[in-house]
Structure formats: structure tokens, C-alpha cells
């Protein structure tokens, strides 16, 4: 049987209800997880008698749970952008909070845990002190140095209605590898803003080409233990909602090979497991623009996207998830795909994240995990 999230998916991307089997019931716990738990519901006949959430407790409290957090989110929004009005340039939804309400079927459907907004970095300060005065306190684990270097600020955090808020100056962190190429450049950027509205108030938000590039970047810069699959959702109504995507716009913008890697990962996985069916010979043209080894890693990272991020398959001693985002990073380094296939057992040797990595104790400690 197919992962049930990938039913999911695939119910979602082709508007048919899915049928349930009693065989899913083992998977409901990784969906529920996942946060998906109100995106079952919708796809196999939320409110029916015999549909999962009217038989299963956890669904619905899952689907409860789900609309109290969107109106909550929803209704701060609302808040923080009365408070902007006429002090506030320009505010550019991103993330969460602008594609549950732009193309999803029902906002509570696309799993949230915060706000996050961009500003002009002129307007940085005065937007700070606008959310101090609404009662959210600044709250990380991090010190303020940390953020020095961050595309946002330090997270806020209001203690009454617990909501976070990041208020970001970028999409992507200044060391990011996909700020090299021209597409995510900041005049790129600034002229794919386009005018829109949140529930009657003026907001940007970015166009439908720049979103999808932003959707599959976010996506693909840091492998996820949960929450990998969210973004495939919004690719799926993105393109559902989106029916004259620009794609020569989109295939002129791919400049650099980090951001076409994903985008071919992203799209040729959804392609490829019959979940969209994108226009033309996109998909041809976004594997002319990488080497034939490229294909090798598609199969390594295809696996991964269904084991983990869709089927919830547990880690191994070996293939733990810190190895196994080792494998994700690597494939996905701005290289010869080939060098970075050889490069795996090394940085799985030698993770290039550790400081400690040439350390014979920490060496020995992680053999040791492994036959525990």
C-alpha cells in the first residue's frame, strides 16, 4: 500500500475524494503528526459518518485544533497589520500565513506554527516596536548576535495567545546558496512583489512564479524530520490555483545549479509518482540543464521523500536522521552531482556540521551508538 500522505496528496492534487481502507488506520498517527490530520478529513468527506475523522478521536481533535490555531494566527495578523497602517511601507506575507489563505481550500488545512512577514530594512525597527507594543516579547534560545547574520530578526512571542512572529528583512540567510544566482537577488525580488489583500487589508505578497521558486527553496535548503511534506501540499494548490504560470519567466530565472536541482527534485518527484502533471516538456528541460549522474542523486533523494517525509519510515543505527540529512545536504551541494554521490561515505564519516568531527572520543561514541 502507498504511504498514506502520499494518497493524501495525490486526493488533494486531483480533487477526488479518497476512499478509506481500514489498513490506514496504522499510518494516522505519522499524519496526525505531520499535521495533516484536518487534510484527511477534507479529502475523504469530512463529516461523513464513515469518514476517518467521524470514527476517529485524534482526527478530530486534530481538525479542532487546527481552526483554533488559524483564527488565532489570523486574527493576530489582522492586529499587527491595523497597527503598521500608514507607519509600515509595505508588508510581504510569506510562508504559512499567505498560501493558507491564497490557494488552499480552507486556511486551517495548511499546518502552521507561526507568522512570518517581510519588511524593508528601514522599516525593521519601527515594525519591532509595533509588536512590543501589541505585548510580544522577544524569546529565543539563541542570543542577539545570532541574528546579526539572519535574513530575520530575533522571533517574538506573545504569552497571551501564544503566537510567534519572525519578521524577516530576506527570504534566505546571507550564506544561503540560493542568494547567488539572480533569482532570489533583492531587485528580483522587490519587482515580483504584487498588491493584494488579507481578509480587506493591503498586503504584498509575492507572484505566483516567485512563490513556487520560494516554496521548493524553503523546502529543499535544510532537510525536515517532520513536517518534509507540508510543501509539497503547496505546490500541488499552488499550481491547481495557478493555471498560467510563467514557465519560460521561471526557467530564465534558474541561473545557478542549487535552485534547479530543487526544483527538478520538487517537480519530478510530484511528476513522476502521477501526484501533477506539469505542462509541456518542463521536466525535459529541467534535466537538460543538469549532468545525466544528477539522475543517481534523484533516485537517493526520491527514496528519502518517500520513506521519510511520506511513509514516516523510522531512522536506523546506521541511517539515523542526522545521517540521513547528511545524505540529503550533500546531494544537493552546489557540485558535480558525481562528486557529491562520492562525497557521502566521507561526510557520514566526518559530518561536516560537527566541530568535533576529527574527534577520536566523538568517533568513538557514534560507532558505539551504532551497535547499542
Known sequence: MEPLIKQILRAAASGRT?????????????????CLGPMLCHVSGNGGEHSPCAQHEPLRGAELSAKVISKTLTAAMEEILDACVSRVERIVLLKG??????????????????????????DLAVTEKILAGLGYQRRSKNPESFYRNMHHSMPFFHPRNNVWVEVHTDIFPPGSPLIQGAVFSRENLVANYVSGSFNGREVCRLSAEMQLLYTIGHWGFEYKTLGGCVALFDVVYLLQNEHQLDWDRILGWLDTRSITALVLLCLGYLQANQIIEIE?????????????????????????????????????????????????????????PLLNLLSIPLNILFPPKAEKRFNPVFQFQRIKNIFK
Open 18 to 34: 479518497l476512499s478509506w481502507e481500514a489498513g490506514m488506520v496504522a499510518a494516522l498517527p505519522w499524519v496526525i503528526r505531520n
Open 280 to 336: 509541456g516538456d518542463i521536466i525535459r528541460k529541467l534535466k537538460s540543464r543538469m549532468p545525466a549522474s544528477y539522475a543517481y542523486s534523484l533516485a537517493i533523494l526520491h527514496s528519502i521523500i518517500e520513506k521519510h517525509y511520506l511513509a514516516g519510515v523510522p531512522y536506523g543505527r546506521l541511517m539515523t536522521v542526522n545521517n540521513v540529512a547528511i545524505q540529503w545536504r550533500t546531494l544537493l551541494q552546489d557540485r558535480s
Open 97 to 122: 500565513i499567505s498560501i493558507s489563505s491564497q490557494y488552499y481550500p480552507l486556511p486551517h488545512l495548511r499546518p502552521m506554527r507561526d507568522i512570518d512577514f517581510l519588511v524593508e530594512e528601514k
